[in-house]
């Protein structure tokens, strides 16, 4: 079983092992929020209910960590749109594409990898944009931080605990298309 663990605001931060968040309750770090009620922690002495929801009692201070390379946050970095046509492309149909193609020595790094949406991927081949006569429309970077829209949410789904939906974003309203 799993537990969802708050920040000191009550927004989701992880979901972690009941076995963590009793180490973090017995070191006084969190308060549990919601118990399951049909789950017990049993010790030699004692009888606790398993926690369901717990929340952190002081801030919790993250490090600032690199942005990591990948699809995601490539998908991301772009604004989810072809680097070639800026047209938005919806996050299955999206491509990857090597600026410079492995081909001719491109790399797979931050400044080499773009989001093409298909037609233009298909017409750049494995050619540079020059070559192929297109303009790539930014050039891609190593980004220091991505943009707040892509934020990590956690959204509730059908499955998870019912006591977790008070703290967790609609599955729904953060996964169905916005229509314009």
């Known amino acids: 079983m799993e537990t969802l663990l708050l920040d000191q605001s009550y927004r989701p931060v992880a979901?972690?092992?009941?076995?963590?968040?009793?180490?973090?309750?017995f070191t006084g770090k969190i308060e549990i929020v919601d118990e399951y009620e049909d789950r017990d922690v049993r010790?030699?002495?004692?009888?606790?209910?398993m926690p369901s929801v717990v929340r952190f009692l002081r801030d919790?201070?993250?490090?600032?960590?690199v942005v990591k390379f990948s699809r995601e946050n490539v998908y991301?970095?772009?604004?989810?749109k072809c680097q070639y046509c800026m047209k938005p492309v919806p996050r299955?149909?999206?491509?990857?594409?090597?600026?410079?193609?492995?081909?001719?020595?491109g790399r797979t790094t931050w400044d080499n990898i773009v989001i093409a949406?298909?037609?233009c991927n298909q017409e750049k081949k494995a050619l540079t944009p020059s070559q192929a006569g297109m303009q790539l429309r930014t050039k891609p970077v190593r980004p220091k931080s991505l943009p707040n829209?892509?934020?990590?949410?956690?959204a509730?789904?059908?499955?998870m605990p019912l006591s977790w939906k008070d703290f967790m974003a609609s599955y729904t309203y953060w996964n169905s298309e916005i229509e314009e």
């Not at 979901?15 to 309750?25: C, F």
């Open 15 to 25: 979901r972690v092992t009941w076995q963590k968040a009793m180490t973090l309750l």
């Open 43 to 49: 010790s030699v002495s004692v009888t606790f209910k």
């Open 60 to 65: 919790v201070r993250r490090k600032k960590r």
């Open 76 to 80: 991301a970095r772009d604004k989810g």
């Open 92 to 105: 299955p149909k999206a491509t990857y594409d090597h600026v410079v193609p492995k081909s001719k020595g």
């Open 117 to 119: 949406c298909m037609p």
């Open 149 to 154: 829209v892509f934020t990590f949410t956690m």
């Open 156 to 159: 509730w789904q059908p499955g």
